[in-house]
Nanobody, 119 residues
Framework: VQLVESGGGLVQPGGSLRLSCAAS????????MTWYRQAPGKERELVAG????????NYADSVKGRFTISRDNAKNTLYLQMNSLTPEDTAVYYCAKGGWYRRADVETWGQGTQVTVSS
């Protein structure tokens, strides 16, 4: 099982980024997938989750209306579209297999991609 994130970088406040996560080694469409993030000095927190079919999603209150999680099961790829970014969104973002309700339920983590929001 492997999860490889990409798309992070430096962006100005109010800007947008799209993260991608390429999955391999398991039947991607059968699993809930999630995005977590960890800011310096803080615990890793759930950002968004999506069901295997993509029909059901959930979001942390802090990103609702700004972030959109999606998936392409034909490409085994998970996405996170992030709009209206603020400095508080600065963190390492992790793609995860599982973990819909809590971090302890995550089966596999990606290596993470850094997102920095700064002027």
């Amino acid at each position: 099982v492997q999860l490889v994130e990409s798309g992070g970088g430096l962006v100005q406040p109010g800007g947008s980024l799209r993260l991608s996560c390429a999955a391999s080694g398991f039947r991607f469409s059968s699993y809930v997938m999630t995005w977590y993030r960890q800011a310096p000095g803080k615990e890793r927190e759930l950002v968004a989750g999506i069901s295997g079919t993509g029909r059901t999603t959930n979001y942390a209150d802090s990103v609702k209306g700004r972030f959109t999680i999606s998936r392409d099961n034909a490409k085994n790829t998970l996405y996170l579209q992030m709009n209206s970014l603020t400095p508080e969104d600065t963190a390492v973002y992790y793609c995860a297999k599982g973990g819909w309700y809590r971090r302890a339920d995550v089966e596999t983590w990606g290596q993470g991609t850094q997102v920095t929001v700064s002027s």
